[in-house]
């Protein structure tokens, strides 16, 4: 795959997190849209979608980062990966062994990562003598309907692999999350959200949060009462579970 170089690595984002971003562009494209994407060619750092789905892998990411670690007097508690592409990317396998060596890289320093993606989480996760238990990893689900995610991810992983993957970790102890967000409204596809959680109910924390990307939620002219409805069963579902939960 075609590689880039940087110059720095590790960031502290807008939203106070530590990051890294070993990638850029997203083979996963997700169209509610991708903010990212936006961002990127708002900045000029790419063309167009096309250009955006084909990954260019940052080839001196793991040098720069274990220099950067080594110079920091402060290090984080955390770092995030990733807030503008996704370290486990469906079907790239530099770039999922490169995400797993900066994992395992900043575990070395005693710093814990958070991890996010619409792929599926590699099994090599649960060896403890390489990852720190400390990690949270977390997927992105939305549904459970193959059709919806073809159309809004289309390069993503199939949302039951993606779920299997989260729940192997979790089966060896790790901290495992839902980030459930942009969720649809009933005008985008008509799903019930008690049965996405039926499938999700192992793990120890939900985020959940609206469509706010665009106006096709307001199209749906009760979308206030349905985000609230949604939260309703969230809020039960999570309480009876003893899970964490955030709106
Ligand atoms: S997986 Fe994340 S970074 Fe990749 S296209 Fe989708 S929203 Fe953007």
């Known amino acids: 795959m075609e590689t880039i170089y940087r110059k720095s690595l590790l960031y502290k984002s807008g939203l106070g997190l530590y990051c890294i971003n070993h990638v850029q562009g997203c083979s ?18 790419t063309i167009g979608y096309a250009d955006w789905c084909q990954p260019r892998l940052v080839a001196n990411a793991e040098a720069l980062l274990a220099k950067e670690l080594a110079h920091k007097k402060v290090k984080p508690s955390t770092i995030h990966l990733c807030l503008s592409t996704d370290p486990f990317m469906t079907g790239y396998d530099e770039i999922i062994d490169m995400s797993l060596r900066l994992i395992a ?3 070395s320093f005693d710093i814990a990562c958070s991890v996010l993606t619409k792929g599926r989480f590699p099994s090599a996760l649960a060896d403890m003598s390489r990852f720190s238990t400390e990690n949270r990893y977390t997927i992105s689900l939305i549904s459970l309907d193959e059709d919806f995610r073809i159309k809004w991810e289309p390069g993503a992983t199939p949302y039951a692999e993606r779920i299997a993957a989260l729940k192997y ?7 495992t999350q839902v980030h459930m ?10 799903q ?11 793990v120890d924390h939900i985020f959940f949060g609206g469509w706010n990307y665009n106006n096709l939620v307001k199209e749906f002219g009760q979308y206030r009462s349905f985000y609230s409805e949604q939260q309703n069963k969230i809020r039960q579902f999570c309480e009876d579970r003893n899970i964490q939960y955030a709106f």
């Open 28 to 45: 996963h494209g997700c169209r509610y849209p991708c903010y990212a994407y936006m961002m990127a060619k708002s900045y000029g750092k």
């Open 105 to 107: 890289l900043i575990n």
């Open 169 to 175: 970790l979790h089966e060896h102890g790790l901290k």
């Open 181 to 190: 967000e942009p969720y649809p409204t009933p005008n985008l596809i008509r």
């Open 192 to 202: 019930d959200l008690s049965l996405i959680l039926d499938e999700i109910g192992f």
